[in-house]
Structures are given as C-alpha cells and as structure tokens.
C-alpha cells in the first residue's frame, strides 16, 4: 500500500530525534578516526581544500560523501557557533536520521507495515553499541544509504534508485554489494535497469574521475592502507575480531551489538522458506536481498583479510538488525498489527536501549560520555584535544611525525601533523608494496588506478611525536603527556622529540 505522509512524518521525527540524542551523548567522546573526517570537512569547508592539514592535499578520506555533507554543516553552523566540529556532526547526524525515518517508514508502507515497526527498526539500529562507538564515521550514513534503496526499489522508481546507489558508492565504495543485490530483487528497478545504472554512474562517475586525475586515485588511500595492515597482530583480522579482539575487552557490548545480526539471519533463513513456499508479501525478496547484502558485506570483508575496525562491522549488522525488525513484521503478516505483535516490537526497542546503555563503562556513565562503549584508543578524546593544542602551539608551522594515531590531534592542532593517512609521501611505500603483493588482476587494478599519482618527495619533519610506556608521570626536561586509565590501553606519555 502507498505509505501515508502523517505516518513517514512521524516516523522521520523520531529518526530526527534520535539523531540528536546520540549526537549529544557522544559529541565530547568521538573515536580518532571521526577526527580524520572531521579534519577533511573543516578543511574543505573553510579553504576549499582537500586533505587531513592545512596544507598537504591527500586522498585518505573513505567516504568523501560524509566529508561534502559535513562540510555543509559547518558552513551551516558557522555562523553560529563558529568551526564547531561537533556541532557540525550532530546537525548531520540529525538530518541522517530523519531521512533514514523517511525511507524506512515507506519502504515499511509497501511491505503493508504500520509505523510502529519501521520507528522500532531505527531504534534497534541506531541504539547498536558498534554504531554508536563509531559516530562521525559514515556509519549513520551507510545505514540511511541502505534505507534508501530499499524505499526506492520498493516503490519502483529506477531514477531515484540510480542516485540513491550513487550516492552509497560515495558514502563507501563497499556498499557497491547491497546495490548489486537489491536492484534485482525490485521488479520495477529490474525492468528499467539500463535507466538505473545511467542515473547512477552519472551522479557519481565525475566525483571518482575528478579523484583519479586530481588526487592520483579514483578510490580512496585507505583501501590500500587498511589491507596492507592485514590485522592487529596475533592473527586478530576482521573474520575472527569480534571474538578474538573486541570479546575480550568488551564482551557485553559484542554480545548486545551481535544480537540482532544473529537474530537477522534468522529471519533471513524464514523469509526464504516463505518465498520457496510463495506465501511472502510483495517486496519481501527485496527486504531479503538487503539481509544478504549484509551477509555479503561480511563475506567480502573476511576474504579482503583487513583488520577488524569497529566500523566496519556497523554494516552487517545495521542491515541484518534491519530486517529482522521488518522482517518478523512480514512473517507476522495480518497478525503484525495486532496488539501483541506491536507490543513485542517495543520490547524489541527497549531492550535495545537497556543493552546499550548496559555496554557503557562505568567510567563514561556521564553526559556526553567521555569516550564510547567500544573505545580503544591509545587516549581518551579529551586528552588528546588537549594535547593536540599544545602541540600546535609548540611546533607552530613546522611538521611532526603523528605517533600512530592521528585524528583528533590534527584536528585540535591545526598544524602539519604528517603520517601515511595525512603526507602522501608516507603512503608511496604502502602502495609500492600492496602492488607488488597483489595477483595479476588487482596488481592491474592498483596501476591503472594510480596511473596518475605524482611521487611526492619527503620533506624535513623537525618534530615527532613518541609514546613512552609504561610511565605515568611527565618526562622532565621535554614536553610530555600523561595518559590516564580509562581505555584497553595501559598507562602511557606522550613526548615531542626532535625529528
């Protein structure tokens, strides 16, 4: 049935809402790697430029969608609040959730749904401890990326379905699998595919070309970096991370996050007995094909052999999460509107609330957290905001050597931090080296692809920033930050040396 415009109405609120709540609770307690884009976005908003520093122009954004729309924000708020990163974040977060609302509560509406169900889907997807740890990154824009396609392949509409594909592969090259897999699912999109694929490889072929010409890639450097690094050591990649790297330090936060994956995949098992048995709604073979996209997404992800980032796991389990909410709903058929139904749907909410509020360390349990419930930098966020000030004013407008995490002390620095995700002349070695590695095809690839990347020579770094562990006191005689407990990581400093 048509979705009714009071019902997506509210439901977009409630996204909105949502948005904003989590945007507040995390916004002093962002992970490093957000900085990463934060900085990209400040860069872009203010200069018009395209890189991690001031000055270096580099290619290490992954989702160069969430660095545009966040650069938006900014300009936004400027006027305001001045370059608030943060403030910026949760404008974005907010209008994400709405759209995310939107989406969800039509493509609900062609599954014959009522409302309850798409606004406990968002609730179950964005109360996820993984995604929530991961804010700022396009995690909240992927799953809205996801919603998308499932409300333009439900309603039939190729054109929009092309620019909503687009704009995933913008937001992560990688959701390039649920886009392969929801199109053939939707009759309307199939029937009009050539339409489909022209609106979509004209929305977002100019972004990657402009890429490949100006920045020396047409995708991202973070494909080479992250599958160079292969895992965290001690044989912790992607396929076993969950259990080997994250259960260890935060088992509750797995088990709550995991829940509703697993309890998607089985809904994904009954949505295809219904369709062998022809007993499903119109549009269930859609709503499967996005459950698959996140098994797909999993798979390909254990076969790249990357290590096992938070974030990357938000995916399959934002998607499954998804469909086991509007899923059950489909397998209820009439019943699904009935009281009961809607009542163990709520549950369903709640619990996902409680769970994450459960995985908060007792640490962080005040408002906004000082660092999430899946955290394992080597700082807390607030002392690497202060460290990163001081470092820019002691080292001015010379360059220094980031010791290994760099997000949030570029961002509070404001200087020339340099390491392989910020100085291009860093990553010349990371990609001779996957190169020479690859197979014949990818190996291929990675030439065609760097066709025009330029060698950038090393320039002179007076600075490096080092980590002395263990210690918990500063280091007389040089500039030096203690660390305090409060993450995995054990008691550390950080000291500026001379290059």
Same mark, same amino acid.
């Given at each position: 049935m048509p979705p009714a415009p009071r019902t997506t109405?509210?439901?977009? !609120?409630?996204?909105?809402?949502?948005g904003a709540l989590l945007s507040w609770v995390g916004s002093r307690g962002l992970i490093d790697d957000t900085y990463i884009t934060l900085s990209y976005a400040r860069n872009l908003a203010e200069h018009g430029h395209w890189g991690m520093t001031p000055a270096m122009t580099s290619n290490?954004?992954? $989702?160069? %969608?969430?660095?545009? !729309?966040? /650069?938006?924000? =900014?300009?936004?708020?400027?006027? =305001?609040?001045?370059?608030?990163?943060? %403030? @910026? #974040?949760g404008v974005l977060t907010t209008l994400l959730g709405a759209l995310a609302g939107w989406? $969800?509560?039509? @493509?609900? /509406?062609? !599954?014959? %749904? $009522? /409302?309850?169900?798409?606004?406990?889907? !968002?609730?179950?997807?964005l109360a996820n401890p993984f995604l929530v740890s991961a804010l700022g990154l396009e995690v909240v824009l992927l799953f809205t990326a996801v919603t998308g396609l499932l409300a333009a392949g439900l309603a039939g509409r190729p054109v929009l379905y092309g620019l909503v594909a687009a704009a995933s592969l913008l937001a992560r090259l990688d959701l390039v699998v649920f886009v392969v897999l929801v199109a053939p699912a939707c009759p309307g999109v199939l029937r009009r595919l050539p339409t489909a694929v022209l609106a979509c490889l004209a929305a977002c072929l100019p972004w990657f070309a402009l890429s490949w010409w100006w920045l020396g890639s047409a995708i991202p450097d973070t494909f080479v970096i992250k599958t160079n690094q292969r895992?965290?050591?001690?044989?912790?990649? &992607? #396929?076993?991370?969950?259990?080997?790297h994250y259960a260890i330090n935060t088992p509750l936060a797995v088990g709550v996050s995991v829940a509703g994956a697993v309890l998607g995949l089985l809904v994904v098992l009954l949505l295809v007995v219904a369709l062998l048995r022809r007993r499903a709604r119109p549009g269930t073979g859609a709503l499967l094909a996005v459950g698959l996209g996140g098994v797909g &997404? =999993?798979?390909v992800y254990s076969v790249l052999g990357v290590p096992p980032y938070q974030w990357y796991y938000v995916a399959p389990m934002a998607s499954l999460s998804f469909v086991a909410v509007l899923g059950?709903?489909? #397998?209820?058929?009439?019943r699904a509107a009935r009281r009961p139904a809607v009542l163990g749907a709520a549950g369903l909410a709640v619990a996902a609330v409680a769970g994450l509020v459960a995985c908060v360390p007792a640490t962080a349990r005040s408002l906004p957290w000082p660092y999430p419930p899946v955290f394992a930098n080597f700082a807390t966020p607030a002392e690497y905001r202060r460290i990163g000030a001081e470092v820019g004013r002691l080292v001015g407008d010379e360059r220094v050597a980031a010791p290994g995490e760099i997000g949030t002390l570029a961002y509070s620095c404001d200087c020339e931090i340099v390491d392989q995700f910020s100085d291009p002349s860093y990553l010349q070695?990371?990609?001779?080296?996957?190169?020479?590695?690859?197979g014949p095809l990818l190996r291929a690839l990675l030439e065609l692809n760097y066709a025009h990347r330029e060698p950038v020579p090393a320039q002179p770094t007076p600075f490096a920033l080092r980590w002395i562990d263990p210690g918990p006191e500063a280091v007389p005689g040089i500039a030096s930050w203690p660390?305090?407990?409060g993450t995995w990581q054990r008691r550390s400093v950080l000291v500026l040396l001379p290059g």
């Open positions: 109405v509210r439901v977009a !609120l409630l996204g909105a809402v949502l290490a954004a992954t $989702s160069p %969608l969430n660095v545009a !729309l966040l /650069a938006g924000c =900014f300009l936004l708020v400027q006027p =305001f609040a001045g370059a608030d990163g943060e %403030l @910026a #974040l989406w $969800s509560a039509r @493509a609900a /509406a062609r !599954l014959g %749904l $009522s /409302a309850p169900w798409p606004a406990v889907a !968002l609730v179950v997807v895992d965290f050591g001690e044989g912790r990649t &992607y #396929l076993r991370g969950l259990w080997t &997404y =999993f798979a059950a709903g489909v #397998l209820l058929g009439r070695g990371v990609v001779e080296a996957r190169q020479a590695e690859a660390t305090t407990q």
